[in-house]
């Protein structure tokens, strides 16, 4: 995958592994078009759309993404988002978060998937 190749080749000129160990995933509401069926509302944004759920390098270079309608909650996007994850890189062992992804879904990742996610409240 060439996005792969690119991201690998600038961490070594960076003096980085090739690959990362450690993501960050997060999401992004963002107003999509006039199609009813595609859009949902995300409630704690105001914004009616779609949702981008993105998983990054410390660079902020893209490891994995997915795209949901805009209501579905970050958590529940973490689990195809960690499948995917799992299907493009496995080094990844540890993943940053927010608040938005805590609970008991930090635990049921960690069995399924065997990642590590660390939830980064900032003050």
Request: aromatic fraction near 4%; include cysteine; proline fraction near 1%.
């Amino acid at each position: 995958m060439l996005l792969e190749r690119l991201r690998e080749n600038v961490r070594v000129i960076r003096g980085q592994h090739q690959e990362p160990s450690v993501g960050i995933v997060d999401s992004q509401s963002v107003k999509w078009g006039n199609n009813r069926s595609l859009n949902g509302i995300d409630g704690n944004k105001k914004v009616k759309g779609i949702k981008r759920h993105v998983v990054v390098d410390k660079n902020g270079f893209l490891i994995a993404v997915m795209v949901t309608i805009a209501n579905v909650h970050d958590s529940k996007a973490a689990y195809l988002l960690m499948r995917v994850l799992k299907e493009l890189c496995s080094g990844v062992k540890v993943i940053l978060a927010d608040g938005g992804y805590r609970g008991d879904l930090i635990e049921n990742i960690k069995c399924k998937y065997g990642y590590i996610i660390q939830v980064v409240i900032s003050a």
